[in-house]
């Protein structure tokens, strides 16, 4: 089975990535949600380096941390690479079309000049077995700036 072609907004938001043409026009939004006890995650990034965080997760005794900032140039830049990355492997994953209650779903959105486009992963099912991970590289770095955020206040 041959892989499509990259088009539209994935192709626009490699090509703003490929040339580090970020600003505010080029948008992520990573999100898991779900799950009993609840797990919530969000991770927005802009072009410019502004950064919303937020996470929950009470299975693990995390509480609700919200926070936002803005990223310096190169690490904003670095994170957008590993999203780029991870978009790409997921692009080429099933979209999941039978959703068992109290599963983890992720959903991935780029946006590039007002256009949007989003895939849907499970993330968890309800058995807690972990399932595809995109871009599990760069939400570990989002979690690593959410505690050293925590660490100045």
Known sequence: MEEEPIRGVIQKFHERVDRGSLTDDTKFIYRVQGGLPRIEEEYRLSGSGSAMLLREDLLHSIQRQECSTILDSAESCELF??????????????QPRFLVPDSVLGSLTVEVDGERETFYFVWQDVTGEEHYRPIEEAVERFREIVQRLQKRE
């Not at 690479?81 to 099933?94: E, N, V, Y």
């Open 81 to 94: 690479q590993l999203i780029r990355s991870g978009l790409t492997g997921l692009i080429s994953q099933p």
